[in-house]
Protein backbone atom coordinates (compact mmCIF):
# COMPACT_ATOMS: atom_id res chain seq x y z
CA UNK A 1 0.00 0.00 0.00
CA UNK A 2 2.94 2.48 0.80
CA UNK A 3 4.12 2.17 -3.25
CA UNK A 4 5.23 5.92 -4.50
CA UNK A 5 4.39 6.42 -8.61
CA UNK A 6 8.18 5.19 -8.74
CA UNK A 7 8.40 1.35 -7.85
CA UNK A 8 7.64 -1.31 -10.39
CA UNK A 9 4.58 -2.96 -7.60
CA UNK A 10 0.78 -2.36 -8.69
CA UNK A 11 -1.05 -0.01 -6.42
CA UNK A 12 -4.89 0.11 -5.76
CA UNK A 13 -6.71 2.63 -8.31
CA UNK A 14 -7.99 4.49 -5.15
CA UNK A 15 -4.59 5.04 -3.71
CA UNK A 16 -2.95 8.84 -4.43
CA UNK A 17 0.08 6.62 -6.19
CA UNK A 18 -2.07 5.32 -8.86
CA UNK A 19 -3.70 8.82 -9.40
CA UNK A 20 -0.46 9.85 -9.77
CA UNK A 21 0.51 7.66 -12.64
CA UNK A 22 -2.70 8.32 -13.99
CA UNK A 23 -1.87 11.77 -13.94
CA UNK A 24 1.50 11.75 -14.87
CA UNK A 25 0.52 9.65 -18.16
CA UNK A 26 -2.16 12.11 -19.03
CA UNK A 27 0.28 15.26 -18.36
CA UNK A 28 2.68 13.85 -21.16
CA UNK A 29 0.13 13.21 -23.24
CA UNK A 30 -1.67 16.89 -23.13
CA UNK A 31 2.54 18.33 -23.47
CA UNK A 32 2.60 16.65 -26.57
CA UNK A 33 -1.06 17.73 -27.74
CA UNK A 34 0.22 21.44 -27.44
CA UNK A 35 3.32 22.26 -28.80
CA UNK A 36 2.58 25.93 -29.03
CA UNK A 37 1.65 25.53 -24.91
CA UNK A 38 4.41 26.97 -22.67
CA UNK A 39 3.54 26.17 -19.07
CA UNK A 40 5.11 27.62 -16.08
CA UNK A 41 4.70 27.50 -12.29
CA UNK A 42 6.20 30.23 -10.06
CA UNK A 43 8.49 29.20 -7.07
CA UNK A 44 6.86 28.70 -4.47
CA UNK A 45 3.64 27.00 -6.03
CA UNK A 46 1.91 24.22 -5.78
CA UNK A 47 0.67 21.94 -8.68
CA UNK A 48 -2.63 21.21 -6.25
CA UNK A 49 -5.73 23.13 -4.97
CA UNK A 50 -5.78 21.23 -1.78
CA UNK A 51 -2.34 20.15 -0.02
CA UNK A 52 -1.48 16.53 1.63
CA UNK A 53 -2.83 17.46 4.46
CA UNK A 54 -6.28 18.10 4.30
CA UNK A 55 -6.31 15.42 0.68
CA UNK A 56 -5.53 12.96 3.31
CA UNK A 57 -8.31 14.23 6.37
CA UNK A 58 -10.95 15.03 3.44
CA UNK A 59 -10.46 13.21 0.33
CA UNK A 60 -8.38 9.97 1.48
CA UNK A 61 -10.18 9.18 4.82
CA UNK A 62 -11.20 5.66 3.53
CA UNK A 63 -7.95 5.16 2.34
CA UNK A 64 -6.01 6.81 5.44
CA UNK A 65 -8.70 4.10 7.99
CA UNK A 66 -7.61 1.38 5.83
CA UNK A 67 -3.99 1.94 6.38
CA UNK A 68 -4.80 2.23 10.22
CA UNK A 69 -6.53 -0.61 10.52
CA UNK A 70 -3.92 -2.71 8.84
CA UNK A 71 -1.19 -0.97 11.35
CA UNK A 72 0.35 -3.87 13.78
CA UNK A 73 -0.68 -1.95 16.92
CA UNK A 74 -3.91 -2.13 15.68
CA UNK A 75 -4.01 -5.39 14.81
CA UNK A 76 -2.76 -6.88 17.52
CA UNK A 77 -4.71 -4.84 20.02
CA UNK A 78 -8.29 -6.48 17.97
CA UNK A 79 -6.86 -9.83 18.52
CA UNK A 80 -5.90 -9.35 21.89
CA UNK A 81 -9.68 -7.90 22.48
CA UNK A 82 -11.51 -11.05 21.11
CA UNK A 83 -9.94 -12.99 23.67
CA UNK A 84 -10.52 -11.16 26.71
CA UNK A 85 -13.80 -12.86 28.66
CA UNK A 86 -13.68 -10.07 31.83
CA UNK A 87 -16.40 -7.32 30.47
CA UNK A 88 -14.41 -4.92 32.25
CA UNK A 89 -10.89 -6.09 31.29
CA UNK A 90 -12.83 -6.15 27.58
CA UNK A 91 -13.87 -2.54 28.15
CA UNK A 92 -10.53 -1.26 28.91
CA UNK A 93 -9.72 -3.00 25.94
CA UNK A 94 -11.64 -1.09 23.77
CA UNK A 95 -11.00 1.58 25.41
CA UNK A 96 -7.15 1.69 24.89
CA UNK A 97 -7.72 0.27 21.04
CA UNK A 98 -9.94 2.87 20.37
CA UNK A 99 -6.60 5.47 21.43
CA UNK A 100 -4.61 3.45 19.47
CA UNK A 101 -6.94 3.31 16.83
CA UNK A 102 -7.09 7.47 16.92
CA UNK A 103 -3.46 7.77 17.30
CA UNK A 104 -2.73 5.55 13.69
CA UNK A 105 -5.41 7.44 12.15
CA UNK A 106 -3.37 10.47 12.81
CA UNK A 107 -0.05 9.27 11.85
CA UNK A 108 -1.27 7.68 8.69
CA UNK A 109 -2.81 10.68 7.73
CA UNK A 110 0.27 12.32 8.21
CA UNK A 111 2.03 9.49 5.54
CA UNK A 112 -0.52 10.00 3.27
CA UNK A 113 -0.18 13.76 3.22
CA UNK A 114 3.76 13.73 2.47
CA UNK A 115 3.21 11.23 -0.38
CA UNK A 116 0.54 13.35 -1.70
CA UNK A 117 2.58 16.89 -1.41
CA UNK A 118 5.70 14.86 -3.25
CA UNK A 119 3.08 13.73 -5.74
CA UNK A 120 1.68 17.10 -6.26
CA UNK A 121 4.75 19.25 -6.23
CA UNK A 122 5.43 21.83 -9.61
CA UNK A 123 9.13 19.71 -9.67
CA UNK A 124 7.19 16.75 -10.39
CA UNK A 125 4.67 18.59 -12.85
CA UNK A 126 8.51 19.46 -14.79
CA UNK A 127 9.75 15.99 -14.65
CA UNK A 128 6.69 14.15 -16.33
CA UNK A 129 6.10 17.66 -18.78
CA UNK A 130 2.98 18.98 -17.52
CA UNK A 131 4.68 22.14 -17.07
CA UNK A 132 7.78 23.81 -19.06
CA UNK A 133 9.79 24.92 -15.65
CA UNK A 134 9.38 26.21 -12.25
CA UNK A 135 10.49 30.30 -12.74
CA UNK A 136 11.40 33.18 -10.15
CA UNK A 137 8.74 35.67 -9.63
CA UNK A 138 11.02 38.51 -10.77
CA UNK A 139 11.97 37.05 -13.86
CA UNK A 140 8.03 36.05 -14.79
CA UNK A 141 7.40 39.02 -16.71
CA UNK A 142 10.59 38.56 -18.93
CA UNK A 143 9.98 34.92 -19.62
CA UNK A 144 6.49 35.23 -20.96
CA UNK A 145 8.13 38.31 -22.94
CA UNK A 146 10.62 35.61 -24.58
CA UNK A 147 8.02 32.97 -25.21
CA UNK A 148 5.69 35.87 -26.77
CA UNK A 149 8.82 36.69 -28.78
CA UNK A 150 9.74 33.21 -29.65
CA UNK A 151 6.28 32.55 -30.79
CA UNK A 152 6.56 35.54 -32.85
CA UNK A 153 9.24 34.80 -34.61
CA UNK A 154 7.10 31.67 -35.98
CA UNK A 155 3.71 33.76 -37.14
CA UNK A 156 3.42 35.18 -40.29
CA UNK A 157 2.29 38.41 -38.53
CA UNK A 158 5.23 39.28 -36.13
CA UNK A 159 4.63 40.87 -32.69
CA UNK A 160 6.79 43.70 -31.16
CA UNK A 161 7.74 43.20 -27.72
CA UNK A 162 6.68 46.67 -25.65
CA UNK A 163 9.79 48.75 -24.76
CA UNK A 164 10.93 48.26 -20.87
CA UNK A 165 9.59 51.94 -20.69
CA UNK A 166 6.31 51.23 -20.92
CA UNK A 167 6.92 48.92 -17.93
Excluded: C, Y
Excluded at 30 to 36: D, I, V, Y
Excluded at 54 to 64: C, G, I, L, Q, R
Excluded at 109 to 135: M, N, P, T, Y
Amino acid sequence: MGTTPSTSRSVPPSSPAHRARSTSKQGRAAARAGPNLTAFAVDGAFASVIGGAPAAAVVFPPEVRNRANKDPRIVSARAALELIKDPDERAEAAAELDRTLADAILEHQGRLAKEFDAIHSVERAVRVGSLDAVIDPARLRERVIEVLDKRASKAAVPWTSPSPTLA
